[in-house]
Nanobody, 113 residues
Framework: QVQPVESGGGLVQAGGSLRLACITS???????TTWFRRTAGKEREIVAV??????PTYYVDSVKGRFTVSKVNNTLYLQMNNLKPEDTAVYYC?????????WGQGTQVTVSS
């Protein structure tokens, strides 16, 4: 299993925007539809799940109206607008449910108040 490569994180002020990207390869390209995040001391949570074959897209309540997940070819994106300090986390992409061998290094997002 080839790990995905996440990028696009950084340090932004509250209200700012970032666009995360997750590049995948091989058979995993099709199933990598989900963004997760992990905050220190908390379990990893699902942030967004891209709808499959026209199905509904899911967003955790805390990001609805601010985040948008999309996919172009082998790259999964997460557009994050109006960022809040509570969005600070390491963001990962994976399938849903996640494949245990497909966790990448993640990309750190830090939002200052």
């Amino acid at each position: 299993q080839v790990q995905p490569v996440e990028s696009g994180g950084g340090l932004v002020q509250a209200g700012g925007s970032l666009r995360l990207a997750c590049i995948t390869s091989g058979p995993f390209q099709m199933s990598a539809t989900t963004w997760f995040r992990r905050t220190a001391g908390k379990e990893r949570e699902i942030v967004a799940v891209l709808g499959w074959l026209g199905g509904p897209t899911y967003y955790v309540d805390s990001v609805k109206g601010r985040f948008t997940v999309s996919k172009v070819n082998n790259t999964l994106y997460l557009q994050m607008n109006n960022l809040k300090p509570e969005d600070t986390a390491v963001y990962y992409c994976n399938s849903n449910p996640p494949h245990p061998d497909s966790w990448g290094q993640g990309t750190q997002v830090t939002v200052s108040s």
